[in-house]
């Protein structure tokens, strides 16, 4: 990988002090309301971005992506956990792969 | 040592998801061309999901220093409230060079732990994240080194996986909670149209994610603000 050690540096560097910075120096609550709000906010629109619409291509064929998607979608719903809710929709799209193969 | 091993213990399950997790970003970050020991020090030293996938995005194009910067910052964001919460939880002795180094531990499923105890030792936060970082690590190791082995199509299927994990976290909470499900469905739409239009399609993911991640909290915080105090337990 070209620039390894440059990606690594800023990419763990920055998680690093975003984590400790604050943990380290803020010794009052944040008051604002807004800002409480945004911050709430952040980590459901973080994983809603990076999941659509990627989740279709990521097993390089999208029947299979739509699949797990369906899957795993079903099981979150359902409350299972992490693992399972990860483990069913791999299962599901890999199924859905290998039906496609026999035609 | 007690406070040690009570909060290794509590680790147990942290340690055993994120095997399984660090498992598919080892097989991802094969796929997309690392090596083994990039990938296991990526996880190491970093140890986070959803920064480490974008990032390994980031960096299969050289030269994008300044998205990979903007977007851990955006995605990483939640960290540092999350600091700022337990911070006020910790006990008197964890402070100063403590804080710097375990606050490097501050993972969303750490936190959650953490946050459910009336008063933090910093030897219980070390015991709880003690296995969690070895899964973490072990995990990444392990995909790396069973992914090469496995067929072209189950290491496609497994890439998934960690999707299916994001959509555990948000799916919940956003049955609970309309204002949580309205912000996923504008981050998402929003993100559906940064790949699929012209121009948007050109702006490379890592700035696109932070795009849709800021304008969707906004939007959630402008039209549903919170009542301040009960919504740690809730978050992802």
Known sequence: MPDFWIYLL?????????????????????????????????????????????VIYSTGNIASGIVGLLVGGIFAFLNKSLTLVALFASGAALACELILMLF | MKLYLKGLRAGIPIGLGYLSVSFTFGIM???????????????????????????????VVPGQYLTMLISQLTINMRYSFMSVSLSQKVSPKFKGIKRWLLGFFMTDEIFAVASNEDEVEPKFFLGLSTLPWIGWTLGTLLGTIIGNA???????????????????????PAKKSK?????????????CCFYYLPLLREIPSGISISVCTIIGAILGAIFFPIDSSKEEKTNA
């Not at chain 1, 990419?11 to 604050?22: C, D, F, K, N, Q």
């Not at chain 2, 309205?182 to 929003?190: E, K, Q």
């Open chain 1, 10 to 54: 800023i990419l763990a560097g920055s998680t690093y002090l975003i984590r400790a910075v604050p943990f380290a120096c803020v010794k009052n609550t944040i008051e604002n309301r807004f800002i409480r709000s945004f911050l709430y906010y952040i980590p459901f629109a973080v994983l809603a971005s990076m999941t659509f619409p990627a």
């Open chain 2, 29 to 59: 970050a094969i796929s997309m061309g690392f090596s083994w020991w990039e990938a296991v020090i990526i996880s190491a030293v970093t140890l986070t999901s959803a920064g480490q996938l974008a990032g390994i995005g980031v960096m």
């Open chain 2, 150 to 172: 496995l067929p072209p199509v189950i290491m496609a299927s497994l890439c998934i996986a960690i999707y299916g994990m994001f959509l555990a976290i948000i799916i919940p």
């Open chain 2, 179 to 191: 204002s949580v499900l309205i912000v996923i469905a504008i981050s998402a739409l929003l993100h």
